[in-house]
């Protein structure tokens, strides 16, 4: 026989969430241990100044049981949190704001073309990691929190898109703008990105 916990913790995030709507409260815990570390890392990466990341985190846990019911089974349940989260981050950063941030995304006016090559992503993903935490909070939020999802959490575009509520090609729009963002930042000897 196996053993119950063995199983959970094999299960995948969907199906948990499956049983947490049909009233299985205690399996939402499974879920919180499976989410906060990233939940936490991706906050202290985003919010560098503000210092109660924990807090935050658990409201965002707090949201997601509250819109259990609301999530469809049937997509993938990391993006959903991550999106809880980002939403909850963003209204921290526009608490802490000296200037309001900006509505207007200039980034999703030019279509570009998504491209996402994995072999690429692996290379980008390891040098980066070397240079990010430089000089990240030197970035604008929406170039900070697009570093940290994709070479941090390594995310994809489309994970990212749904997160933020972008079109994909908006994606690799920011990631090349806060690459160049980064570069302005970094030592002339750093490695090339």
């Given at each position: ?101 900006s509505l207007f995304d200039f980034d999703t006016l030019i279509p570009h073309l998504a491209y996402d090559d994995p072999a690429t992503k692996e290379r980008e993903q390891k040098e980066m ?65």
């Amino acid at each position: 026989p196996t053993c119950p916990a063995l199983m959970l913790n094999s299960s995948p995030d969907e199906m948990l969430c499956a049983q947490v709507q049909k009233g299985d409260k205690e399996v939402f815990g499974e879920l919180v241990d499976r989410y906060q570390k990233k939940l936490t890392r991706y906050g202290r990466k985003f919010l560098f100044s503000i210092e109660n990341i924990e807090d935050l985190v658990q409201e965002v846990f707090i949201k997601a049981y509250q819109n259990m019911q609301s999530f469809d089974t049937k997509q993938k349940f990391s993006p959903w949190i991550y999106r809880i989260a980002h939403n909850t981050f963003i209204n921290e950063l526009k608490k802490h704001a000296r200037t309001p941030l900006s509505l207007f995304d200039f980034d999703t006016l030019i279509p570009h073309l998504a491209y996402d090559d994995p072999a690429t992503k692996e290379r980008e993903q390891k040098e980066m990691r070397l240079l990010i935490d430089q000089s990240l909070q030197k970035l604008a939020p929406k170039y900070r929190e697009i570093i940290v999802l994709y070479f941090l959490e390594e995310l994809n575009y489309k994970e990212i898109a749904d997160i933020l509520h972008i079109p994909t090609g908006t994606v690799g729009i920011r990631l090349t703008r806060a690459k160049k963002q980064l570069k302005k930042y970094l030592p002339a000897d750093a490695l090339s990105l």
